[in-house]
């Protein structure tokens, strides 16, 4: 049965999509292929249906994110044609506008200056044009938050503080829509404790409790919600980094138990591990001696048991690389 057997390769496309994006490194890039394979022999069945195009787009965006350069382009552009097609079957299908908007604010976090604006306002006008179709569309609303926080990254002063201020404004209307829609709290604290980076004292601080409390929040509708627990966690080391003595150690210790927290509830969640990992180096560099020693040693501990859990996850490597040469840098002969 040619439906059957459609709907089966269609299936079987999203199901390595969803393995990939636990993966990382040639892993990931070797189920995306796959995925994209499933996808074609789909498609060659039934060349008009638009939601296996509109994943196919998804698997393109997801594998042009484990490339770089002209590779990463290409595998943009091709899920770009891919929602471009799907929408030109289905005029109104929204989720392709969210989620080909979903991949123009991820290829624009790759590029600078003015090609990661214009990205980031096609982005923009995906999010805006899915809206306009399904004004209730709260995802759209949180992914146009998450875009608009990422480009607040890329500037400085009152222009960061205004996209900032509109990331935030998305979320509050995406959670007017949905009050129980942790998704959108955990979004708003990342661009809170994104804000706070670029601030200090006072401000700074302000915006960390807030922070604070948008991942509380979010974890009191959703308890499981390991995400929001790794973010917090980072929010935490990012704070104590700018305290000294026994605030910056409440505050880094406090992290550690929100990454034990989410790898207690995700055993796998390697980019907790890693996330760890920093923040015990970061402490370690706010010590001498012994003491210093052994914060570098379970910071190793963590990146370790990162890569133990997903071999092909360079980040750990490279933190666990500079976490060694600060370490070194503390002693003296062989």
């Known amino acids: 049965n040619p439906t059957t057997r459609l709907a089966a390769l269609n299936n079987w496309g999203n199901a390595l999509y969803a393995q990939a994006k636990t993966k990382a490194g040639e ?49 943009f552009a091709e899920a770009g044609s891919k929602y471009a097609e799907a929408l030109r079957l289905k005029p109104d299908f929204h989720a392709a506008l969210n989620n080909w908007g979903a991949a123009l604010s991820a ?7 003015e090609e990661a604006d214009r990205l980031f306002a096609e982005a923009g006008s995906k999010y805006a044009e899915a809206l306009r179709l399904k ?6 609303l949180n992914n146009w938050g998450i875009a608009l926080s990422a480009q607040a990254k890329t500037k400085t002063g009152e222009e960061a503080d205004r996209l900032f201020a509109d990331a935030g404004g998305k979320c509050a209307e995406a959670l007017r829509l949905k009050p129980d829609l942790p998704e959108a709290l955990n979004t708003w604290g990342n661009a809170l404790s994104d804000q706070a980076k ?23 509708q959703k308890p499981d919600f390991h995400e929001a627990l790794n973010n ?24 550690g138990s929100k990454y034990a927290e989410a790898l207690r509830l995700k055993p796998d969640l390697h980019e907790a591990l890693n996330n760890w990992g920093n923040a015990l180096y970061a402490q370690a560099k706010t010590k001498v001696g012994e003491e210093a020693d052994r914060l570098f040693a379970e910071a ?9 859990m997903e071999p092909d996850y360079h980040e750990a490597l490279t933190n666990w690389g500079a976490a060694l040469s600060e370490q070194a840098r503390t002693k003296e002969g062989e």
Request: charged share 35%; no cysteine.
């Open 198 to 220: 670029t601030k200090a004292g006072e401000e700074a601080d302000r915006l960390f409790a807030e922070a604070g409390s948008k991942y509380a929040d979010a974890l009191r």
């Open 27 to 75: 892993k990931a890039d070797r189920l995306l292929a796959e995925a994209g394979k499933k996808y074609a022999e789909a498609l060659r069945l039934k060349p008009d249906d638009h939601e296996v195009l509109s994943n196919w787009g998804a698997a393109l965006a997801e594998q042009a994110k484990t490339k770089d350069g002209e590779k990463s382009d290409r595998l």
């Open 300 to 308: 190793g501990a963590k990146y370790a048991e990162a890569l133990r």
């Open 232 to 255: 917090w966690g980072a929010a935490l080391s990012d704070h104590a980094t700018t305290k000294v003595g026994e605030e910056a150690d409440r505050l880094f210790g406090e992290a």
């Open 135 to 140: 004004p209730d569309y709260h995802e759209a």
């Open 107 to 113: 290829q624009a976090k790759t590029k600078a200056g």
